[in-house]
């Protein structure tokens, strides 16, 4: 079973930047759509950001403009640059992976499309 394991989360001051990173331990298949996600307490996951293996990416549009998802393939890690946080960007990320093909399209991932996760990484922004 394939293994995502987040690291890099932390505090921030508003404005700041943070990124986070996520080991996947194999790539089963060729084609897949690796994401980011967040949630809130008692809020729903919401989808932030994904990329494929093409490469293509889409972002949520409360991200888009501040964040950058990429990947280092050579070190199988998925990361997610977070620039000019603001206070609403509060929340435990998650990534996922779906082996099934490319990203579908976005903006943003859907979380019915994933079935590999992490456990997370806690992000808070103070204002």
């Known amino acids: 079973q394939v293994q995502l394991q987040e690291s890099g989360g932390g505090s921030v001051q508003a404005g700041g930047s943070l990124r986070v990173s996520c080991a996947v331990s194999?790539?089963?298949?060729?084609?897949?759509?690796l994401g980011w996600f967040r949630q809130t307490p008692g809020g729903q996951r919401e989808g932030v950001a994904d990329?494929?293996?093409?490469?293509?990416?889409t972002y949520a549009d409360s991200v888009k403009g501040r964040f950058t998802i990429s990947q280092d393939n050579a070190k199988n890690t998925l990361y997610l640059q977070m620039n000019r946080l603001k206070p609403e960007d509060t929340a435990m990320y998650y990534c996922?992976?779906?082996?099934?093909?490319?990203?579908?399209?976005?903006?943003?991932?859907?979380?019915?499309?994933?079935?590999?996760w992490g456990q997370g990484t806690q992000v808070t922004v103070s204002s």
């Open positions: 996922a992976a779906d082996w099934s093909g490319y990203c579908p399209g976005g903006p943003g991932p859907r979380q019915s499309d994933f079935g590999d």
């Open positions: 194999e790539y089963p298949t060729e084609s897949y759509c």
């Open positions: 990329i494929d293996s093409d490469d293509s990416t």
